[in-house]
C-alpha cells in the first residue's frame, strides 16, 4: 500500500496525527529531501528503508513503490499539502496502471504556515475574500489566461510559490497586471523551520528585498492589502447581526 502523505510546511510537529501514524508504521519512507524536514524521519521504526528523492528521476520512484506497495507499507512524503505542487497525479495515474493501491493524507501547506509566520488573515471583511494561490512562469510554463499579470488585475490576496527566483520578473508582472506600487507584500522565508524568516516590502520592492537578504528559494511570496490594519469587523461575532445560532442583540 502506497501512502501519499503531506509532511506540512516544515516544523515536524505540524505533521498530522494520521500522518505521524502513518511514518511510524512504514517500511519503506520516501521523501522529497530538497524540501521536507529530515526531523520528520526521527518518528521511524528500526529497519525502515529510506529514499531520499529529490535526486531520483519519477521513473526510478515509481520502481521502489512498484517492489514494495504490494507487500510492504510505503510512505510518499510531499512537503507541505500533498495536492498542491506536489506532482502526485502522474504518481497516482501510474500506481492505477500498476493496479497497486494507495490512499492521501492532507498537510497543512506552506501558505498557511506563511500566514501564521505573518500574523495574517488572508480574508479579511471589505478587504479581500479572495486567495490566488499560483506561481510565476519560469521553465515550466502555465496556462493561458493564468500569467501574473492576468492574475493581478483581480487585486485579490496572492499566494505565490516556486517563485523566490523569478522576483525581478514577478515584480514586473504584478505591476504591469495593476497592482498598485505600494501594495504590501511580504516574503517569507521556510515558513515554520527554526530558521524562518519574514521580510515585509511592497510590490515595487520585492526583488530588491529578496536580493538584499539573499532570498532565492524555499519562500512564500504574499502580495495583498490583507497585510494592511484596516479592515471591517466580522458580522460572524457582531452583537447586532442575527444568524443561524444566535439572535442580534438589539
Same mark, same amino acid.
Given at each position: 500500500?502506497?501512502?501519499?502523505?503531506?509532511?506540512?510546511?516544515? /516544523?515536524?510537529?505540524?505533521?498530522?496525527?494520521?500522518?505521524?501514524?502513518?511514518?511510524?508504521?512504514?517500511?519503506?519512507?520516501?521523501?522529497?529531501?530538497?524540501?521536507?524536514?529530515?526531523?520528520?524521519?526521527?518518528?521511524?521504526?528500526?529497519?525502515?528503508?529510506?529514499?531520499?528523492?529529490?535526486?531520483?528521476?519519477?521513473?526510478?520512484?515509481? /520502481?521502489?513503490?512498484?517492489r514494495a506497495g504490494k507487500n510492504?507499507?510505503?510512505?510518499?512524503?510531499?512537503?507541505?499539502?500533498?495536492?498542491?505542487?506536489?506532482?502526485?497525479?502522474?504518481?497516482?495515474? /501510474?500506481?492505477?496502471?500498476?493496479?497497486?493501491?494507495?490512499?492521501?493524507?492532507?498537510?497543512?501547506?506552506?501558505?498557511?504556515?506563511?500566514?501564521?509566520?505573518?500574523?495574517?488573515?488572508?480574508?479579511?471583511?471589505?478587504?479581500?475574500?479572495?486567495?490566488?494561490?499560483?506561481?510565476?512562469?519560469?521553465?515550466?510554463?502555465?496556462?493561458?489566461?493564468?500569467?501574473?499579470?492576468?492574475?493581478?488585475?483581480?487585486?485579490?490576496?496572492?499566494?505565490?510559490?516556486?517563485?523566490?527566483?523569478?522576483?525581478?520578473?514577478?515584480?514586473?508582472?504584478?505591476?504591469?497586471?495593476?497592482y498598485p506600487p505600494d501594495t504590501?507584500?511580504?516574503?517569507?522565508?521556510?515558513?515554520?523551520?527554526?530558521?524562518?524568516?519574514?521580510?515585509?516590502?511592497?510590490?515595487?520592492?520585492?526583488?530588491?528585498?529578496?536580493?538584499?537578504?539573499?532570498?532565492?528559494?524555499?519562500?512564500?511570496?504574499?502580495?495583498?492589502?490583507?497585510?494592511?490594519?484596516?479592515?471591517?469587523?466580522?458580522?460572524?461575532?457582531?452583537?447586532?447581526?442575527?444568524?443561524?445560532?444566535?439572535?442580534?442583540?438589539l
Amino acid at each position: 500500500m502506497i501512502h501519499f502523505v503531506g509532511a506540512g510546511p516544515g /516544523a515536524p510537529d505540524l505533521i498530522t496525527l494520521r500522518g505521524a501514524k502513518l511514518l511510524a508504521e512504514a517500511d519503506v519512507i520516501l521523501y522529497a529531501g530538497s524540501l521536507v524536514n529530515p526531523a520528520l524521519l526521527e518518528g521511524r521504526k528500526p529497519g525502515c528503508q529510506v529514499y531520499n528523492t529529490a535526486p531520483m528521476t519519477l521513473e526510478e520512484v515509481l /520502481a521502489v513503490m512498484e517492489r514494495a506497495g504490494k507487500n510492504c507499507e510505503v510512505v510518499r512524503f510531499h512537503t507541505g499539502d500533498p495536492s498542491l505542487y506536489g506532482a502526485i497525479r502522474e504518481q497516482m495515474d /501510474a500506481l492505477d496502471r500498476l493496479n497497486i493501491p494507495y490512499d492521501v493524507t492532507p498537510g497543512v501547506s506552506a501558505f498557511s504556515g506563511a500566514a501564521a509566520a505573518l500574523h495574517a488573515e488572508y480574508t479579511l471583511p471589505n478587504v479581500s475574500q479572495t486567495v490566488i494561490i499560483t506561481r510565476a512562469e519560469g521553465r515550466t510554463p502555465v496556462p493561458e489566461g493564468e500569467k501574473l499579470r492576468d492574475l493581478a488585475r483581480h487585486q485579490a490576496t496572492m499566494v505565490l510559490f516556486l517563485s523566490a527566483g523569478l522576483l525581478p520578473k514577478v515584480q514586473e508582472e504584478l505591476l504591469a497586471g495593476g497592482y498598485p506600487p505600494d501594495t504590501p507584500a511580504a516574503i517569507v522565508y521556510k515558513a515554520t523551520w527554526p530558521d524562518e524568516k519574514v521580510f515585509y516590502c511592497t510590490v515595487d520592492s520585492l526583488a530588491e528585498t529578496a536580493e538584499k537578504n539573499g532570498v532565492s528559494r524555499t519562500a512564500l511570496v504574499t502580495v495583498g492589502r490583507f497585510l494592511e490594519g484596516h479592515y471591517a469587523r466580522s458580522r460572524l461575532y457582531d452583537p447586532t447581526f442575527s444568524h443561524g445560532w444566535r439572535e442580534a442583540q438589539l
